[in-house]
């Protein structure tokens, strides 16, 4: 049997999870790539560092150069997080006349384009299932499985410690800063979270899947993005008494559904989703994407979006294909970051529909209530429902549901009640996606 | 821009919706497979009929000769229904030296060794994303997506139709056959609905999935199965009680995770699925597939199952993948009805471990409970919940749940409860889907 050698570059959590699948299960990969995928060498920094994982004599290097002046390694496993030294070493690797299999969603939201270009130039490709979603299938599923669409719409729950901590604020009754805690004791967050929960990580997934079902070339900079790290347990508590679960969801979606040049809403945001819809039931830290393509209605994926063995599920199936040939077929074809102008733009974003919960803590006085709902009034926005409770001391907690309005005149609204007197905090909002968007497909 | 000249065989609901995302959208085709993909003849049995579809002069035709005598169609997408003549029809394709695209499932589980064997010795290839969950990508997630994994098992909801009238029993309180009457008005079901209501359907798209995902050798016909067709709204109504939905579940799985020589279980039954998990919560006509791999975990695909437009998205992305040149690559390594060996036997259905769900209609006496019981302690089948209602008359309705016990055991003690002078009418037995393997991943 033919054999293809394949390097690793990066030895971490998931490195490790490849290694030991193209170790263990050697019978296996060769059975679905026709090939034998020969683990040849494995790049590390420090070769004294204790690894679980035995590798063969004469795999471990420090030096990656055993790797670009080695003929023989077709592809490499580019397993390095973070933007440098893994950008240099992408380059490096790709000059050498290797396809690359990444997990990098940082590198390729910063860098995606001189990357791709790159490796267009070079004839080279870059496979990245595992960047997005971890072992969903999100990149193969847009990129290949729905190409007789036009996505309409996608988002979904693309960052699992933020789901995993808002899941447990919500099951078990527990404090943003205690759920943090327990994340990070089960090993679902960082020791410094920062870039999963304000955010960060949710939007430069986002990113990278516009660029591939819209063709867009936003940098994950301009999208307007609010994470949970402000996230309230009464907040969570109102939602679900209004029928609703708080979930950090990352938003894709065409202004007009037929329309390209009526522009791309994008966002990531805590948002309020309906009891019993599937994205409301994703739970712990799983991921899922819903994705509306304009022949095949709505398709949802889910399941780990994180973790050793799923990412590396997704790292060995883009090797697999890489070896096989199917990846640089693709890549070939893929919208991502491709010199082809863009077919989308990005839409003002004070200009995204939405409605919105609101939750106010107000000094309880006559009058209060038709002020507010006066100021919402001229700025357009109607009200669904509203909950007022018993007064917490001299103040009353309000929570208004809102018909549909634009994001700037619901900021323009919260900012001028925020102005009022009687206003005691500052407003918390979240956007609540819509009945038909939560819909059972 | 290169062509890639394409055919159509059969002008029906899926053809139809094809032909117009050709027509209709030759930008998007051309852009995801970098070429264009020219419709130059379909072909249909009668000219003359009316269609919903406008096609250029000189496409539409009744001799199959026009495209196997056409050196330059490339691709063509057989897209007529049931055994004969597309059985033929497919042959003369690959033997006129044409890669197929096709969404007959029947087809394929019946003569999909001949088929396949076919293709591989004329170096054709086969694509049939379409012939399973329509427009849900669950034949590339398995065969592409998932290849680092051993699947340890799958199932879900394969057939629309049986799903739709189970929703409508359930949530409008109907009778099966007013259930079935909806289905057919709203074009969910046949005039004769026989196949889809009885599993064939959902047992024959099952032993694609599991050929695919086990390599098994199995013939649909030999898959144990109990459809919908004799299901009661009063058992509807207990498992709703007890919180829990019936669906109509295929399932494959590996008798011991990480045995192939333990052997697979297949099988089609209604099944209760706890209310609230993924599977419970799919309605209408969708389709839903949860899939389990070592590595990777659950990983859920939900959509459309069926319907002109989620099936011809499925349809049209073969077609790009075989322009492309990846339904070829694939199609070398896939374990479908290949000549290697088949690396897991269908193991002896009477050993299937389950839950069961009984429900009895019994005399109202004495020591009837203690009688049944017993019989169920004889065969090892230990209860976990009884619930006795009101006497009906003179007879009193008993639902039992079990723990684990095996089919064959379930079996035996159900025939001698029958039995039994105190027994009313015939035990109604339905599986219960485990609560570990409901989880939400």
Redesign the interface.
Known sequence: MEKTKVAIVGMGTVGT?VAK?LLD?GD??A????RVLWLEKVVVSNLAKNRDCDLPAGVLTDKLEDVTSNPDIDVVAQLIGGIEPARTIMKTLLESGKDVVTANKALLAEHGPELFDLARKLGRSIAF?ASVAG???II??IG???????VVSLGGILNGTSNFIVSEMEGKDAAYNDAVKSAQELGYAEADPTMDVDGTDAVQKLSILAHLAFAARVSWKDIPKVGIDCLKKEDIAYARELGYRVKLLAIAKLAEPENLQSGLDLHVSPTLVRQ?T?LA????A?NAISVV?D??????????GA?Q??T??????DL??TA???TQ??F??L?LWSDREARVELRDPTLTPSRYYLRLLVQDHPGVLAEITGILGKHNISIASVIQHEPEGENVPLVIMTHEASEGSADAATKEIDALDWTKTETVRMRVLERRETA??
């Open positions: 999870g699948i299960h296996r990969t059975l679905h790539a026709g299932e072992g969903v299938p193969t599923g290949q499985c729905l190409t007789a669409n036009q019993g599937p039931e994703v739970r712990g799983n393509g022949a095949v209605g709505r398709v949802f994926f889910h399941g780990l973790g063995m799923p590396a599920s997704a790292v060995v199936a697999i294909d096989v040939g199917r077929l693709t070939k074809t919208q059972r497909a």
